[in-house]
């Protein structure tokens, strides 16, 4: 595990990339779904008013964050400035701890919703 945070090639790198993208989607999921229960809101001050629409979301979070993602691969495929990779990867853990911590919060929610549930 830490050879794979560490390690800036680009095939870890992309494997980052994916990863990236798949707690980005289910961030989106959890949200819309949570947001449904009554119990949660959305804090992100960025999206609150796209939550309201499940499409212009789901274009948010799912389609755009792809197709920019894969710019921003090919564009890192371009450059084999070791230095430029290294900065990429720790941009990369970054992001991936944050939306790792986004999502274990998510989580926690759903967790959670007995016992507000039970509480109502």
Known sequence: MITFIKT?????IRKK?????LLNVSDIIF?????QTGFFREINIFMINAVQSPVI?????????????YFLYKRICLSDDSQQLRATNIGLLISLTLYAF???????WVALLPVFYHIR
Do not use: G
């Open 31 to 35: 949200t819309l779904a949570l947001l």
């Open 8 to 12: 800036h090639n680009l095939i870890n």
């Open 102 to 108: 986004v999502n274990i919060s998510h989580i926690i």
């Open 57 to 69: 979301s789901i274009i948010l979070k799912i389609v755009f964050p792809a197709v920019l993602l």
């Open 17 to 21: 990339l994916i990863i990236l993208y």
